[in-house]
């Protein structure tokens, strides 16, 4: 079932995603600090194409706090 109203705000959405959004940070917590030494490995050696891999894998999980709220969210309807 559609609801008319495109809302936005769904509080239950939030609320459920919370404790998975807070085990998404702490791997946001290990991307930072796996892109801190694969920006440093690129640094030494620019030709290393894994490290470059590395470095995208890290900034997904950087992202992933932001993902994981917005799926759960997108789940709840209005």
């Not at 470059?52 to 709840?76: D, N, R």
Request: charged residues 10%.
């Amino acid at each position: 079932m559609c609801c008319d109203c495109d809302c936005e705000c769904r509080p239950l959405g939030f609320l459920l995603g919370l404790p998975f959004a807070l085990l998404s940070l702490l791997l946001s917590i290990v991307g930072v600090v796996i892109w801190i030494v694969g920006l440093l490995l690129s640094c030494i050696c620019p030709c290393c194409f894994c490290v470059t891999v590395l470095v995208e894998f890290a900034l997904g999980l950087i992202k992933a706090p932001i993902h994981v709220m917005h799926w759960f969210t997108e789940q709840i309807p209005c």
